[in-house]
C-alpha cells in the first residue's frame, strides 16, 4: 500500500480540509493524554474509523489529521467534532486545553486513582492545562501542567523541534506504550510526568509504516537503591527506552519495546556501551552481569503489542500487549514473568460505544531487590511513589523505608460503555475490577477484590464543556469511598443535539471481510518443566477445540486478522490468542495460513507464554464452509511455583509447560 505523509503546519488551518494530502515537514503538538475523556473518547473512535491503529500515546495531531479523510466518510458529524476541537491547534500560539475539576469524597480511602498523573481518590481537585506558541512549523513550544492535592507536575510543558520524521521532545512529555486504553506495562500516566528528552516520527514512514521512539527520562530521587554490594545509596534512577513499529497495511499495526532502568546516586556512572550491552543481551546482564563493581543496569522490562481493526456497520479494534519483566529459562526471546493483556473496542454500536479490556500479570512486577549482579531499586519502579507502569502496581502494599512492595500477580478488567444521546453531550459508564493473589507465597496480606466504578456525563455549553461525575469504590484492603464531581473545560468535541450520530454513521463491511467460528478436534502433547531438574512428556491425548475471529482482505491473495483458541489440555482452559493470523490464498481453492501470538493457560496459577502455529485449509468445501488443519505450539508457558507447598529449588522458581497438537477442524464464514 503506498503511503504518503500528511502535515500539520500549525499554520496551515487549510490542511484540515478532508480530502487534501501534502508533503509533511514540521513538528506536531501531541492531544492529551488522560485529562480530557471525552474529548480523547471522540479522538480514538475517529483513529478507528479511519483505519489508524495507535500503539502508543500521546497521540500527534497530525495522525489524527491523516485518519479523518476516511473516517468522515462513516461519521461525518463525529469527524467534524473532532475537526473542530483540532482547529485551536492552527495557530501560531493558543490554549490547547483547559480543565477545573473540584470534588468532595466520602470515605476512608485514598487510593491512587488509575491513570490519572498520580492524583489520590481523596483530593478535592485537579487543574490541567496546556498553550502553545509556534514560531515556525520546525519549533514548538508547550506550556502545560496538572496539579491535585500536594503536586503540581509541568506536564506538557516541552520544547520541540524538528520534523515530523523525526522530532525532538524536550521536558515533561507523556509516554505510554501500549495500545490499551486502560493499562500499559512498560509506561504510563499512573505516575507524575517525568523530565524527558524524547525523539520519535510523529507520522509513519515509508510503505511498511516504520514507526520509532527513544526517550530518556530521570526519575524522583529514592534513598533506598541497592548497590550490588548490599549497600544503599540516595539518588535519581534513570529510565530509558526503544519503541520500533510497523504498520505496512491500513487497520494492523505491530509494536516492540524495551525499557531500562539504571543508575542513581553511587549506582551512577554507566556508559553507553554498558547500557547497550544489557539492551541486546538482557539473559547475561540479569544473571552474570558484564562489570565488576556497582555500575551495571538494574531493571529491564519489554512488550511486544498489536492493534488490528475491522472494518464494518459494527467496526471494531482488537488489540493486545504481551510483556515480560526480565527474561526467562536464560534465553534472550522469551520473556519472564509474563503480562497478557487484550482489549476491543467497538466505536459504534447505534449510540454507543464500548470497550473491554482484561489484564493477567505475573508476579513480580515493578518491585526490584539488588543482586550481585544488578541494581536494586527497593522503593520498586515508580516517580514520587506511584507505578510507572499499569495502574495495578499501585494497588497492594507498597513499599515502606524498611520493606519493598508485594510481589503479587492477578488479574484486572475494564468495561467502559459510552453514549452519545440524541438530545447532546456524552455519558459514560466505567467499570474497573482488580483480583491480586492473596493465596500465594508473595503476599503479606489477605487482599480483597477492588471494585471501582464512575459514570460521567459531559455537554456542551457556550464553547465549554461542562460535566459531573460520581466516582465509588473498594480499594484491595476494603476501604470505601465515593467521590462526586463537577468539571469546566474551555473547549470540546461533543455532540450538540443537533442531529443523531448514531444515525449518520454510514460504515459498510468492505467485500472480502468477514468474521468466523470453528471448531474441530485438538490431538496435543505436552511437555513439563515443573523445575530445571525434572521434564516430561506427557501421552497424546484429544480434546474439543472452538475458535472465533476475524479476517480482513489486505491484497489480491492475502489476509490478516486475530482469533481466539479455546482448546481443554489436561483438563484446564488453554486461551491462545492469535495476534497476527496472516494467510495466502492461491488461486485454487486452497489457503495457507501461519499466526504468533500469546497463550494463558489455566494451571494453579496461570501460565502465560508464546503462541504459533501453521496450517492449510480447504476453502469452501462447501458454501461458507472451510475445512483446514493447523499445527499449534504453545511455547515455554511460564509461571512461578508461588504456591505454599510448591516444590522449589533447580535454577529459578519459574516452571515451564509447552505444548504441541494438530487440530483438524470446519470454520462458517460470516
Known amino acids: 500500500m503506498t503511503r504518503r505523509p500528511l502535515s500539520l503546519g500549525l499554520l496551515l488551518l487549510t490542511t484540515l480540509t478532508l480530502s487534501q494530502t501534502v508533503l509533511a515537514s514540521g513538528v506536531s503538538p501531541y492531544l492529551p493524554l488522560n485529562l480530557d475523556p471525552a474529548v480523547e473518547n471522540a479522538i480514538e473512535r475517529v483513529l478507528i474509523l479511519g483505519d489508524e491503529p495507535v500503539l502508543s500515546r500521546p497521540i500527534p495531531a497530525a495522525l489524527v489529521l491523516r485518519a479523518l479523510p476516511k473516517a468522515c466518510r462513516v461519521d461525518r458529524p ?51 492545562g496546556a498553550g502553545y506558541i509556534q514560531p515556525n512549523s520546525h519549533i514548538l513550544f508547550n506550556l ?23 522530532q525532538l521532545d524536550i521536558g515533561y512529555r507523556d509516554h505510554w506504550w501500549s495500545p490499551l486504553t486502560d493499562s500499559s506495562m512498560l509506561i504510563s500516566t499512573e505516575a507524575p510526568t517525568m523530565p524527558s528528552v524524547t525523539l520519535s516520527n510523529t507520522l509513519p514512514l515509508t510503505r511498511l509504516g516504520l514507526q520509532y521512539e527513544i526517550f530518556v527520562a530521570q526519575m524522583s530521587q529514592s534513598s533506598r537503591i541497592q548497590l550490588t554490594t548490599g549497600t544503599l545509596t540516595r539518588g535519581h534512577p534513570k529510565m530509558g527506552g526503544v519503541r520500533f ?24 556512572g554507566e556508559s553507553v556501551s554498558d547500557v547497550m550491552q544489557a539492551f541486546f543481551n538482557p539473559s547475561k546482564a540479569q544473571t552474570s552481569g558484564f562489570n565488576a563493581g556497582t555500575h551495571v543496569v538494574g531493571k529491564q522490562e519489554a512488550s511486544i503489542s498489536s492493534e488490528f481493526i475491522f472494518p464494518g456497520r459494527v467496526p471494531f479494534a482488537v488489540y493486545t500487549e ?7 529459562d536464560g534465553k534472550n526471546y522469551l520473556l519472564g514473568k509474563p503480562d497478557l493483556s487484550v482489549g476491543i473496542q467497538f466505536p459504534h454500536i447505534g449510540a454507543f460505544d464500548l470497550t473491554y479490556e482484561i489484564d493477567t500479570f505475573s508476579p513480580t512486577w515493578y518491585v526490584h531487590p539488588g543482586s550481585t549482579v544488578q541494581t536494586g531499586y527497593l522503593d520498586g519502579i515508580t516517580n514520587y511513589g506511584a507505578s510507572i507502569g499499569n495502574w495495578f502496581g499501585d494497588q497492594r502494599v507498597l513499599a515502606t523505608p524498611t520493606t519493598v512492595a508485594d510481589q503479587v500477580g492477578g488479574q484486572s478488567n475494564m468495561l467502559r460503555i459510552g453514549w452519545s444521546p440524541s438530545f447532546g453531550g456524552y455519558l459514560q459508564l466505567r467499570l474497573r475490577s482488580l483480583s491480586n493473589q492473596g493465596n500465594t507465597i508473595y503476599a503479606t496480606y489477605p487482599y480483597k477484590n477492588e471494585y471501582l466504578g464512575s459514570l460521567s456525563y459531559e455537554r456542551p455549553w457556550r464553547g465549554y464543556a461542562v460535566g459531573a461525575e460520581i466516582q465509588a469504590g473498594r480499594d484491595v484492603f476494603g476501604g470505601h469511598f465515593i467521590r462526586i464531581e463537577g468539571t469546566l473545560r474551555d473547549g470540546e468535541a461533543l455532540f450538540g443535539g443537533d442531529s443523531s450520530g448514531a444515525a449518520a454513521f454510514a460504515g459498510a463491511r468492505p467485500n472480502g471481510d468477514w468474521l468466523f467460528v470453528q471448531t474441530g478436534v485438538n490431538y496435543y502433547r505436552m511437555l513439563v518443566n515443573p523445575v530445571s531438574t525434572l521434564r516430561f512428556y506427557t501421552h497424546w491425548a ?38 497476527l493470523d496472516y494467510r495466502y490464498r492461491f488461486d485454487w481453492p486452497i489457503a ?21 502455529g501453521a496450517g492449510v485449509q480447504w476453502r469452501q468445501f462447501m458454501p461458507g464452509w472451510d475445512l483446514g488443519l493447523d499445527f499449534r505450539n504453545v511455547v515455554d508457558a511460564t509461571r512461578q511455583r508461588d504456591l505454599p507447598g510448591e516444590p522449589q529449588g533447580g535454577a529459578g522458581p519459574d516452571s515451564f509447560t509447552s505444548t504441541y497438537s494438530y487440530t483438524l477442524y470446519v470454520s462458517r464464514r460470516f
Open 542 to 579: 484429544g480434546s474439543p477445540d472452538l475458535t472465533i475471529g476475524a479476517l480482513r482482505r489486505v491484497s489480491k491473495h492475502q489476509d490478516l486478522g486475530v482469533a481466539l483458541d479455546a482448546d481443554a489440555i489436561s483438563g484446564r482452559l488453554l486461551l491462545g490468542l492469535r495476534m
Open 592 to 612: 495457507v495460513h501461519a499466526f504468533v501470538g500469546a497463550a494463558r493457560y489455566s494451571l494453579a496459577t496461570p501460565a502465560l507464554g508464546l503462541y504459533l
Open 245 to 268: 513499529g510497523i504498520e505496512p497495511v491500513s487497520g494492523w499495526g505491530l509494536s516492540f519495546q524495551r525499557v531500562l532502568i539504571w543508575g542513581g546516586g553511587a549506582a551512577g
Open 144 to 166: 502545560g501542567g496538572v496539579a491535585y492535592q500536594g503536586r503540581l507536575t509541568p506536564t506538557g510543558t516541552m520544547l520541540s523541534l524538528g520534523f515530523d520524521w523525526a
Open 78 to 128: 463525529l469527524c467534524e467534532r473532532v475537526r473542530h476541537y483540532l482547529g485551536r491547534y492552527m495557530h501560531s500560539n493558543g490554549v490547547e486545553f483547559t480543565s477545573v475539576t473540584l470534588g468532595a469524597t466520602l470515605g476512608q480511602s485514598n487510593t491512587t486513582l488509575p491513570n490519572q498523573h498520580g492524583m489520590k481518590a481523596q483530593s478535592p481537585f485537579e487543574v490541567a
Open 322 to 328: 504481551y510483556a515480560g519483566n526480565d527474561t526467562a
